[in-house]
């Protein structure tokens, strides 16, 4: 897959793209991404990009003529490389908020281009001519699309094949299949500062261990997520459930009977 982000900003993204998950996958030729400066695509020497919005109002807003020259030259130069068809995102407070099923979608295209706004916002006709979609990594605002932009690409990259080595990494994580969160994790030692680990995880029974798993993980989703949407549980999930509280089958009857 390859990446190329539009900022005002390239160096913010140097230490993400070179750390980590991100690193690994562009070492192993998984991911690339190429960082535009939009002020390379301004009009005038002193490489303005933003102006007054029309109508009054606080504020400036980016122009249009260099973030659309920058996302057609980022296109061209994919479409000349070899990649497919190039899908454009705008990071915006108003667009669709991102969730992991949308996070895999994107990953199995070869192709994005993350246009990270500033200021009061872009010029609409960027939306009207280059932009594919908007994404949103919550609902609250902040300084410019480049920390969302890392947000995209973090969970995007991920989910490549090859990247995390175990496809079982993210299979079994929260929100993987459906809106549950995951279970609690582990690892040694065995007890620290009075706290054990719990028995069934050292058993050895790979049954016991997946009905703890299971229950914990619906248990972890209705106190702490309940607003996920929700389905009616099997039998098999009220049973892993009322495990994981102690034993006691009243417990998601306290709450709605769905999930």
């Given at each position: 897959?390859?990446?190329?982000?539009?900022t005002?900003?390239?160096?913010?993204?140097?230490?993400v793209?070179?750390?980590?998950?991100?690193?690994?996958?562009r070492?192993?030729k998984?991911?690339?991404?190429?960082?535009?400066?939009?002020?390379?695509?301004?009009l005038d020497?002193?490489r303005?990009?933003?102006?007054?919005?029309?109508?009054g109002?606080a504020?400036?807003?980016?122009?249009?003529?260099?973030?659309?020259?920058?996302?057609?030259?980022?296109v061209?130069?994919?479409?000349?490389?070899?990649?497919?068809e190039?899908?454009?995102?705008?990071?915006?407070p108003?667009?669709?908020?991102?969730?992991?099923?949308?996070?895999s979608?994107?990953?199995?295209?070869?192709?994005?281009?993350l246009?990270?706004?500033?200021?009061?916002?872009?010029?609409?006709?960027?939306?009207?001519?280059?932009?594919?979609?908007?994404?949103?990594?919550?609902?609250y605002?902040?300084?410019?699309?480049?920390?969302?932009?890392?947000?995209?690409?973090?969970c995007?990259?991920?989910?490549l094949?090859?990247?995390l080595?175990?496809?079982?990494?993210?299979?079994e994580?929260?929100?993987a299949?459906?809106p549950v969160?995951?279970?609690?994790?582990?690892?040694?030692?065995?007890?620290f500062?009075?706290?054990?680990?719990?028995?069934?995880?050292?058993s050895?029974?790979h049954?016991e261990?997946?009905?703890?798993?299971?229950?914990h993980s619906?248990?972890?989703?209705?106190?702490?997520?309940?607003e996920?949407p929700?389905r009616?549980?099997?039998?098999?999930?009220r049973?892993c459930?009322?495990?994981?509280?102690?034993d006691?089958?009243?417990?998601?009857?306290?709450?709605?009977?769905?999930?």
């Open positions: 897959m390859r990446v190329d982000v539009l005002l900003f390239p160096e913010m993204f140097v230490g793209t070179n750390s980590s998950i991100l690193r690994r996958a070492e192993q998984l991911l690339e991404v190429c960082l535009t400066d939009i002020r390379d695509f301004a020497k002193h303005v990009v933003d102006d007054y919005p029309f109508g109002g504020g400036m807003v980016m122009k249009p003529e260099p973030v659309v020259a920058a996302v057609e030259s980022v061209e130069r994919a479409k000349a490389d070899g990649f497919g190039s899908r454009v995102i705008l990071m915006s108003q667009g669709t908020v991102l969730t992991q099923a949308r996070a979608a994107l990953s199995s295209l070869q192709h994005l281009v246009i990270c706004g500033h200021y009061e916002g872009i010029d609409h006709r960027v939306m009207q001519l280059v932009v594919h979609e908007e994404i949103s990594v919550g609902d605002v902040l300084t410019g699309g480049e920390l969302p932009a890392m947000v995209v690409m973090d995007v990259a991920r989910l094949p090859g990247v080595g175990c496809a079982e990494s993210t299979a994580e929260s929100f299949s459906e969160l995951e279970y609690p994790q582990y690892t040694r030692p065995r007890e500062r009075g706290l054990p680990v719990p028995e069934v995880l050292l050895g029974n049954r261990i997946g009905r703890w798993r299971r229950g619906l248990r972890r989703t209705l106190e702490k997520r309940p996920l929700q009616e549980l099997s039998r098999y999930d049973e459930l009322a495990l994981a509280n102690g006691s089958p009243h417990f998601y009857s306290l709450r709605k009977e769905g999930f």
